[in-house]
């Protein structure tokens, strides 16, 4: 498994930008598909993107609709790193984010239980 760890949570007003990281351990980041969940509170938790690597510069990314053109999936495979640029946010994007790593071997890529490791979350509140 990978350990990761999640940075760059905060307050933001609707509309603005932050940017989220999750760093993670281990030698074989490259090969692990990576994502980006969120809980706001009494709700589940909810597919926000995910991003894996082919190979050279091929990345194939995804998105829930609720943030299709707002945030964008990226990842560092050198630091190794996985980001998530947030921008336009609004209020209904408050919650708890959670980084999280899985193998590519199949199985949809937004479905949590398909992932073996998760970073402890940190908290994004957009204020009105």
């Known amino acids: 498994q990978v350990q990761l760890v999640e940075s760059g949570g905060g307050l933001a007003q609707t509309g603005g930008s932050l940017r989220l990281s999750c760093a993670a351990s281990?030698?074989?980041?490259?090969?692990?598909?990576m994502g980006w969940f969120r809980q706001a509170p009494g709700k589940e938790r909810d597919f926000v993107a995910a991003i894996s690597w082919s190979g050279g510069r091929t990345y194939h990314a995804y998105y829930a609709d609720s943030v299709k053109g707002r945030f964008t999936i990226s990842r560092d495979n050198a630091k190794p790193t996985v980001y998530l640029q947030m921008n336009t946010l609004k209020p209904e994007d408050t919650a708890v984010y959670y980084c999280?790593?899985?193998?590519?071997?199949?199985?949809?890529?937004?479905?949590?239980?398909?992932?073996?490791?998760w970073g402890q979350g940190t908290q994004v509140t957009v204020s009105s």
């Open positions: 999280a790593a899985r193998r590519d071997y199949g199985g949809s890529y937004s479905a949590a239980q398909n992932y073996g490791s």
């Open positions: 281990g030698r074989t980041f490259s090969s692990y598909v």
